[in-house]
Nanobody, 116 residues
Framework: QVQLVESGGGLVQAGESLRLSCAASGSIFSINSMGWYRQAPGKERELVATITRGGSTNYANSVKGRFTISRDNAKNTVYLQMNSLRPEDTAVYYC??????????WGQGTQVTVSS
């Protein structure tokens, strides 16, 4: 079994920062891409950022320049540093991992709320 456990969500004011973490555990040989997605009330889940095992990154246009994704391969952990947060960033943030020989997994989600 593989588990993804997220942490770091919370309530902040506009302009402030948060750092999300997601640790993968279980029967893991290696992890290919990891990423963060988010889902706001009444909206579909959308990509926020992804990172390959080699460190190549991809961001949604709405977060470019404000969010930074990184990972620690030794710890099977991915991070999302979120700066200059806006009310429209309010959503449940989900961690995602593509794990070799195991498939794709999702975390349980962590709430991020940004007040104006």
């Amino acid at each position: 079994q593989v588990q993804l456990v997220e942490s770091g969500g919370g309530l902040v004011q506009a302009g402030e920062s948060l750092r999300l973490s997601c640790a993968a555990s279980g029967s893991i040989f290696s992890i290919n891409s990891m990423g963060w997605y988010r889902q706001a009330p009444g909206k579909e889940r959308e990509l926020v950022a992804t990172i390959t095992r080699g460190g190549s990154t991809n961001y949604a246009n709405s977060v470019k320049g404000r969010f930074t994704i990184s990972r620690d391969n030794a710890k099977n952990t991915v991070y999302l540093q979120m700066n200059s947060l806006r009310p429209e960033d309010t959503a449940v943030y989900y961690c995602h991992a593509d794990i070799s020989f195991r498939g794709r997994y999702w975390g349980q989600g962590t709430q991020v709320t940004v007040s104006s």
